[in-house]
């Protein structure tokens, strides 16, 4: 099964409403977790570090007041898009970094679809 | 410039046939390399490592030439289910191991 999940898989939302994203690391702690976005036929693009416990890390040029992340243990972080619009309608996904004898895997979510209308 | 380039592609090649395609990398301070696999409308999926003496799994071969920054994916004996489009990943290990990826290269297996 999937190491870490994430839902909503799709959620349609009306201009100008909030949307919450979950991503959650299923029997590992993960004290950091990644969100990304992702448009059509583009690269996966990094737009903040969730930090547990601490403030997220954003990306240049991505609105901190626009995605709000909160990781408040050690198997949650979500990512809440605030006044949704249109142009936010993207592919969102978050994955985690395991630290095992072999070093460093990442692992992703399922991904989210959200469709602003 | 981007940090990762790729070839988008698409590479439309026969079943049984080898494919080929490369990444380049700007930072050369970039210190882990992956394959990702990504098929439509879904999450990447970590093909394979690459390291630094290159390395195999099963049909895949991964190579890395740090001198020119660019690693390469080869596939051998191509499958139907080998259509899908291939991400390279490049990790900095002092940036926290933040993930840069490429835009990635689509491979289309006929048969």
């Known amino acids: 099964g999937a190491v870490v999940s994430q839902h909503p898989s799709r959620v349609i939302c009306k201009s100008g409403t909030s949307v919450k994203i979950e991503c959650r690391s299923l029997?590992?702690?993960?004290?950091?977790m990644f969100w990304y976005r992702q448009f059509p036929k583009k690269s996966l693009m990094l737009m903040a570090t969730?930090?547990?416990?601490?403030?997220?890390?954003?990306e240049q040029g991505v609105e901190k007041d626009k995605f709000l992340i909160n990781h408040a243990s050690l198997t949650l972080s979500t990512l809440t898009v605030t006044s949704a619009h249109p142009e936010d309608s993207s592919f969102y996904i978050c994955?985690?970094?395991?630290?095992?004898?072999?070093?460093?895997?990442?692992?992703f979510g399922e991904g989210s679809w959200l469709t602003v209308v | 410039r981007k940090e990762v380039e790729q070839d988008p592609g698409p590479f439309n090649v026969p079943e049984g046939a080898t494919v080929a395609f490369n990444c380049t990398y700007s930072?050369?301070?970039?210190?882990?390399f992956f394959w990702y696999r990504q098929d439509c409308r879904k999450e990447p999926k970590l093909l394979m490592s690459?390291?630094?003496s290159g390395n195999e799994d099963g049909r895949f071969t991964a190579q890395l030439n740090r001198a020119s920054q660019y690693i390469s994916l080869l596939i051998r004996d191509s499958k139907l289910s080998d259509s899908a489009t291939y991400l390279c990943?490049?990790?900095?290990?002092?940036?926290?191991?933040?993930?840069?990826f490429g835009a990635g290269t689509t491979v289309t297996v006929r048969a």
């Open positions: 990943v490049v990790s900095d290990r002092s940036n926290d191991y933040k993930l840069s």
């Open positions: 969730s930090n547990e416990g601490s403030k997220a890390t954003y």
């Open positions: 930072n050369s301070a970039s210190q882990s």
């Open positions: 994955s985690a970094r395991v630290t095992g004898s072999s070093g460093n895997t990442i692992y």
């Open positions: 029997d590992f702690q993960a004290t950091t």
């Open positions: 690459v390291y630094s």
